[in-house]
C-alpha cells in the first residue's frame, strides 16, 4: 500500500523510496562526504538486537532440557562451528565467533527487507509532519545491505582480517614472499605479484557486490509490486484486480526472498571462512 505521504507518480515514488536519509559530515562538504544515517542507525539496532538475544539466551540457558529458543540458538552455533572446522584448517579463536557473528548479523540486516516496503517510511513522514518538516523530503531506508556502502565497510573489515590471518600465521617475512613466489616460483616474481594483486582485489569485490547485489533488487521488486496499486481509485474495477495481482505477488516474492537473505548471509560467512583459510595456508 503505498504512503499517502509519496509523489503521485510513480517514478518520483520509486526514488523517493531508493533515497537514503544523508547528512553532511561536520566540517565537510561534497558528495563523498554524506553518511547515510538510516543504513547507520538500522545497522546499529540489528547488532544490539543480536547482543540483547544471544546474551538472554546465554544467561538463560541449562543443560538439561533446552526450551525450543534456547535449542535453535545451539543449532545456529553448531552449524556455523561445523562450516568453521570443515574449512578453516588453521588456529584461530577468533574464526568460529566472527563467523557467527557475521552471518546472524547479515541475516538480521537482510530481514529488514520482510518488513512492508511502505509501513516505515509512512511513520518516519507522518514525524516529519508533526514536527513541522515537508514530508516530502522524509527519506528512510531500512535494509543496510541494500546500500553499497554499508557492504564495501563490512568486506574491507574483513579484508583487513585476511591480512592479519595471513601475518599471523606465516610471519611478516612469510606473507609477503608468498606475493613474488606463489603459484609459480620465484623466477615468475612478476607473474605471481601481479595475480596475487588482483586475487586481493577480486576478494573484497565478491563480498561486496554480490550481497548488495541481491538486496537491492530485492528492495526493488517490494517497490514495484507496491506501485501496482499507486494512485488507483476503489471505483474502479481494475483496482481490485491489481490489488489480488498485487497481494499475490507480495507473497511470493516474500516467501521465496526469505530464502534469498538466509543464502546471502551464509555465503558472505562462507566466503569469510574460505579466504581466511586460504590466508593461513602455507603455499
Known sequence: MASEHAPPNMTEYIKHHLHHWQVQMPGTEGQFFLVNLDSVLFKLLAVLVFLWFFLRVSRRATSGVPGKLQCAIEMVVSFVDGMVRETFHGRSKIIAPLSLTIFCLVFLMNFMDMIPVDLLPWAWANGHQIAGHDPEH??????????????IGMALTVFLLIQYVGIKHKGVVGF????????????????????????????????????????????????????????????????????????????????????????????????????????????
Open 176 to 283: 609477503f614472499k608468498e606475493w613474488f613466489t606463489a603459484p609459480f616460483g620465484p623466477a615468475f616474481a612478476p607473474a605471481n605479484l601481479l595475480l596475487r594483486v588482483i586475487e586481493e582485489a577480486v576478494r573484497p569485490l565478491s563480498l561486496s557486490l554480490r550481497l548488495f547485489g541481491n538486496m537491492y533488487a530485492g528492495e526493488l521488486i517490494f517497490i514495484l509490486i507496491a506501485v501496482l496499486t499507486l494512485g488507483a481509485s476503489l471505483d474502479h474495477f481494475s483496482t481490485y484486480l491489481l490489488g489480488a495481482g498485487q497481494f499475490i505477488a507480495g507473497f511470493v516474492w516474500t516467501a521465496f526472498h526469505v530464502l534469498i537473505i538466509t543464502l546471502q548471509a551464509f555465503i558472505f560467512m562462507t566466503l569469510t571462512i574460505v579466504y581466511l583459510s586460504m590466508a593461513a595456508e602455507h603455499h
Open 138 to 151: 522524509a527519506f528512510l531506508r531500512v535494509v543496510p545491505t541494500a546500500d553499497i556502502n554499508t557492504t
